[in-house]
């Protein structure tokens, strides 16, 4: 089983900076998918980012390339993301996931979600 905690959600002024941070605790096999999500309501999860741990590899949704990044603390255990010139249209539930399968990503083990809300 694995467990994982997100934290970082705040609210920030339109242009700003937010880092989410997602702490798993269990085994994270090499190569798991780690990726972030977010959901407003009333509109479907959208992965934002994901990475495989040990291995860096690393893709982003079209509507955030070059204002995410996504990295890793060390082969397994922690994620961030870190958000840069955030937009109001960024304000979201953002939800760490950890791939069940190694080089998977698409059956996930969830976290809590942390709110992000961007003002202009």
């Known amino acids: 089983q694995v467990r994982l905690v997100e934290s970082g959600g705040d609210s920030v002024q339109a242009g700003g900076s937010l880092r989410l941070s997602c702490v798993a605790s269990?085994?994270?096999?090499?190569?798991?998918?780690m990726a972030w999500f977010r959901q407003v309501p009333g509109k479907e999860r959208e992965r934002v980012a994901f990475i495989l741990t040990g291995n860096g590899g690393a893709d982003y949704a079209d509507s955030v390339k070059g204002l995410f990044t996504i990295f890793q603390e060390n082969a397994k255990g922690t994620v961030f993301l870190q958000m840069n010139s955030l937009r109001p249209e960024d304000t979201a539930m953002y939800y760490c996931a950890a791939g069940r399968s190694p080089f998977s990503c698409g059956n996930y083990y969830w976290g809590q979600g942390t709110q992000v809300t961007v003002f202009s």
């Open positions: 269990g085994y994270i096999a090499r190569g798991t998918c």
